[in-house]
């Protein structure tokens, strides 16, 4: 199975801001995706992130105020920008592997006041 | 879009078994997985189904029958730890392939 880190774990961030997280696979792979977990809620998937190309959003979700880079492989980054406490979330990175199966980071826990 | 449903809560004894069902509609099957999720925590995989049948991994076991859109999860010799939710998400073939929709999930609760 993948191993995948993020950074940072958590942060807690005014109104206004922007907060760019990090996501890091043990290994190469082709399908990676952002998600998020709203509290007491279950997860939604955000976007998909294309290697070398714009990233693929879901409905509701925008490249204005998600905008998603995917340099390589191996490495993600999720920015969420001009954050409002409604953005106060856990993102979760998210891989598939070569077996179809899917694994997520250890997440970042957001916290907007 | 597709229903998935699976129960709210469910309380075991240490030691005993517990079986989590999951029910889903799908116009296309791609997938049926099944996460552990403690408290402020990432879900962790336990398993993957895609053809029907059981698979056991340890303590865990996952069954799947297509026809029926059921499958289950049975937790075995449950220990202290392994009180957590417990999340049924379904793959659709129409979708992308990172694409899962999630149950509200089971919190399975186990008392010494």
């Known amino acids: 199975s993948a191993v995948i880190s993020q950074k940072p774990s958590r942060d807690i961030c005014q109104r206004g801001t922007s907060l760019t997280i990090q996501c890091q696979v043990d290994?190469?792979?082709?399908?990676m995706f952002w998600y998020r977990q709203q509290p007491g809620q279950s997860l939604t998937l955000i976007a998909t992130a294309n290697q070398g190309s714009e990233a693929t959003y879901e409905s509701g979700f925008v490249i204005d105020k998600f905008p998603i880079s995917r340099p390589n492989l191996t490495f993600s980054t999720l920015t969420v920008s001009n954050m409002s406490p409604e953005d106060s979330s856990i993102y979760l990175c998210s891989v598939v592997d070569s077996s179809y199966e899917q694994y997520f980071g250890p997440g970042t826990r957001l916290t907007v006041t | 879009g597709q229903n998935i449903d699976q129960p709210t809560e469910m309380t075991a004894t240490e030691g005993a078994i517990v079986q989590i069902n999951c029910t889903y509609q799908t116009s296309g099957f791609n997938g049926l997985f099944w996460y552990q999720q403690h408290a402020g925590e990432a879900p962790t995989f336990l398993s993957y189904n895609v053809l029907d049948g059981l698979e056991e991994k340890g303590r865990f076991s996952s069954f799947l029958s297509r026809s029926k859109g059921y499958s289950y999860l049975l937790l075995k010799e449950l220990q202290m730890k392994d009180s957590a939710s417990y999340l049924c998400?379904?793959?659709?073939?129409?979708?992308?392939?990172?694409?899962?929709?999630f149950g509200a999930g089971t919190q399975v609760v186990v008392t010494p």
């Open positions: 290994s190469q792979v082709t399908m």
């Open positions: 998400a379904v793959r659709e073939a129409t979708d992308s392939w990172g694409k899962l929709q």
